[in-house]
């Protein structure tokens, strides 16, 4: 199984819970977070989230309000 592609999620979430930190993605996961984006659906408690997804080269390729 190839590796593929990399992305560095990067997680600030300050509501109900706080949690933070980052970690490393591969392509499928971060589709998963594109389609949850395009739906728009977020929870109260996700509302003061932000997750940031970079490349391995530290280019910023997607942000999401709200986790």
Same mark, same amino acid.
């Given at each position: 199984m190839?590796?593929?592609e990399k992305y560095l999620l990067e997680m600030v979430? @300050?509501?109900? @819970?706080?949690? @933070?930190g980052d970690k490393w993605i591969g392509e499928e996961e971060l589709q998963k977070i594109k389609d949850q984006a395009a739906s728009s659906d977020i929870p109260e408690s996700c509302?003061?989230?932000?997750?940031?997804v970079k490349n391995k080269d530290g280019n910023?390729?997607?942000i999401k309000e709200g986790c």
């Open positions: 190839s590796e593929g979430c @300050e509501g109900y @819970e706080n949690h @933070e509302s003061m989230c932000r997750l940031t910023v390729l997607f």
